[in-house]
Structures are given as structure tokens and as C-alpha cells.
């Protein structure tokens, strides 16, 4: 049987920014992509949040079936 979990995520701060995600059971990573990925639908604007702090100055590398993350621990 295939499962999915569909939810809204709220994030941000002062203002909160929406995202619809479909949720990952088997990982422990959110990812939520930024207002620098121009293919993406919905994106993140760190701009907006006082609240966001980059937590290692170094990029990650994380790779899917069909494509590869790039981006920052938040």
C-alpha cells in the first residue's frame, strides 16, 4: 500500500511564509527551497524572516532519484 502525507508548513517570522509539502516519513530533513531556485514553484524568502539563521556557512550536496540538492543548513 502507498501512503502519502500531504500538510501546509508555516515558517518565518515576523511575517510567516506557506509552503505545500508533501512529507518524507523515511528522513529526518525538511527541505524547502529558496527564492534562489528559478525552476521552483514555491520558494522560501530568507529575505523576509528575521528569524533565519544560517547554521554552517558551507553548501550541502543531497541527491534523489532524479535530481541533486544543493543549498544551507538553516
Same mark, same amino acid.
Given at each position: 500500500? $502507498?501512503?502519502?502525507?500531504?500538510g +501546509? =508548513?508555516?515558517?518565518g517570522?515576523?511575517? !510567516?511564509?506557506? @509552503?505545500k509539502?508533501?512529507?518524507?516519513?523515511g528522513?529526518n530533513?525538511?527541505?524547502v527551497?529558496? $527564492?534562489?531556485?528559478?525552476?521552483c +514553484? =514555491?520558494?522560501?524568502?530568507?529575505?523576509? !524572516?528575521?528569524? @533565519?539563521?544560517k547554521?554552517?556557512?558551507?553548501?550541502?550536496?543531497?541527491?534523489?532519484?532524479?535530481? $541533486?540538492?544543493t543549498?544551507?543548513n538553516?
Amino acid at each position: 500500500m $502507498d501512503t502519502m502525507y500531504l500538510g +501546509d =508548513i508555516f515558517f518565518g517570522s515576523p511575517t !510567516s511564509q506557506s @509552503a505545500k509539502l508533501v512529507f518524507d516519513t523515511g528522513s529526518n530533513w525538511l527541505t524547502v527551497t529558496s $527564492d534562489a531556485c528559478s525552476a521552483c +514553484d =514555491i520558494a522560501y524568502v530568507r529575505s523576509q !524572516s528575521s528569524t @533565519a539563521i544560517k547554521q554552517d556557512p558551507n553548501t550541502f550536496t543531497m541527491s534523489y532519484g532524479s535530481a $541533486d540538492l544543493t543549498g544551507y543548513n538553516y
